[in-house]
């Protein structure tokens, strides 16, 4: 069974930073990609930012803000949010790829407000 378990959400100021970090454990396999999805209230779930072994992909709304990586020794992936703006809130969500599954985590809220 593979978990996959989001921390770092909160409350921001508009400009402010956060960084959402997401641990995976179980019995997980050579990881294909990592990556976060944010779902706002009353929109479709979207790809925020990904990353694969040679490359990453940005949503063209988060691009020069937000900063994936992630930790393979770890089973882990960040993600640094700067310069965030109120239509940055949403849950976001922390996923990976293997052996031809994806698995989520529950998700994490930000929220962006003065």
């Known amino acids: 069974q593979v978990q996959l378990v989001e921390s770092g959400g909160g409350l921001v100021q508009p400009g402010g930073s956060l960084r959402l970090s997401c641990a995976a454990s179980g019995t997980i396999w050579s990881i294909e990609a990592m990556g976060w999805y944010r779902q706002a209230p009353g929109k479709e779930r979207e790809l925020a930012a990904a990353?694969?072994?040679?490359?990453?992909n940005y949503a063209h709304s988060v691009v020069g803000r937000f900063t994936i990586s992630r930790d393979n020794a770890k089973n882990s992936v960040h993600l640094q949010m700067n310069s965030l703006k109120p239509e940055d809130t949403a849950v976001y969500y922390c996923?990976?790829?293997?052996?031809?599954?994806?698995?989520w985590g529950q998700g994490t809220q930000v929220t962006v407000s003065s």
């Open positions: 996923t990976i790829k293997f052996s031809g599954r994806q698995y």
């Open positions: 990353i694969t072994s040679g490359s990453t």
